[in-house]
């Protein structure tokens, strides 16, 4: 199984020379168990590069694993080229809304003149909706075996959800958004540590500094050290530092992952900042 970057930023994309080894765009990363289809988690604005990759002349077909609704989430999804050629499908797993709206309808409602030039509906490809929230469903890989995905009710602003991924022994965990508490201290909810228990990978919010999150702390984002933390207390193996903060260029997100390094050492877990174009292969 590999999971492959193609946003990274949390909040809003940005370009400019001082962010491109670690790149604009905002959150979607494309897992791939060998012979299946893909697995997107997230549908940020680095969709369309991951979609500019794809083969042409085939209909794509694939599953995405959305955290939730928030705009740097899901900017990608009416750019993604190959929802351009009929026959293309992909299937949206998210959280179920609070107020009771369906999470179709909130795209119907957002992609849509005058928010955009034409309805989502009008694309050639078609997809598909699955509510989630505290739940286990399968993902039919073909003759790669069934891929397993949990997911739980995390803390952010608004619904949203992590994702643990299974398949052939090899797992992985997702929680790009996640408010660590407010008085900064190392707690997490059942539902998180559900999702990072002994897992090869987990790819974990990293956007503030503690100076930052002081001035932000209900923002639904957490630091550096509490990543580092949770994968340390979950028994995660590997974590990858994710969302950087739009305002941090490459030369701060160098010194935040080099100072949580210094952390995971000393508890034994293998920290790295996540970047576009990056390739990781996950489990043995």
């Not at 100072?259 to 489990?283: H, R």
Request: aromatic share 8%.
């Amino acid at each position: 199984m590999t999971a492959s970057f193609h946003g990274v930023r949390g909040s809003t994309p940005c370009h400019g020379p001082e962010i491109v080894r670690y790149g604009g765009n905002t959150s979607c990363v494309a897992v791939q168990v060998p012979g299946a289809d893909p697995i997107l988690l997230d549908l940020g604005t680095g969709l369309r590069y991951f979609g500019a990759q794809q083969p042409t002349g085939v209909p794509f077909r694939g599953t995405c694993l959305l955290s939730h609704l928030h705009w740097d989430h899901i900017q990608g999804l009416p750019f993604f080229a190959p929802l351009l050629t009929d026959g293309a499908h992909v299937t949206i797993h998210a959280p179920a809304q609070g107020d009771g709206s369906s999470v179709e309808r909130v795209f119907a409602d957002t992609i849509k003149p005058p928010l955009f030039p034409i309805d989502l509906a009008l694309l050639p490809g078609s997809l598909s909706f699955e509510e989630v929230g505290d739940s286990e469903f399968v993902i039919d890989a073909g003759d790669a075996g069934d891929v397993r995905v949990m997911s739980r009710i995390i803390p952010h602003v608004g619904e949203t959800v992590g994702y643990r991924i299974e398949w052939n022994g090899a797992s992985l965990a997702y929680l790009s958004d996640h408010q660590q508490p407010c008085d900064g201290s190392l707690v997490a909810t059942a539902g998180a540590l559900d999702l990072c228990r002994d897992v090869d990978l987990l790819i974990h919010d990293a956007q503030y500094t503690p100076a930052e999150f002081a001035a932000k702390c209900d923002w639904g984002h957490c630091t550096a050290e509490f990543a580092v933390w949770l994968a340390s207390e979950a028994g995660a193996k590997q974590l990858a530092m994710f969302h950087h903060d739009p305002a941090h260029d490459d030369d701060m997100v160098d010194a935040l992952v080099a100072e949580a390094q210094v952390a995971g050492a000393a508890c034994g877990v293998d920290v790295f900042g996540a970047a576009e174009g990056m390739s990781v292969a996950v489990g043995d």
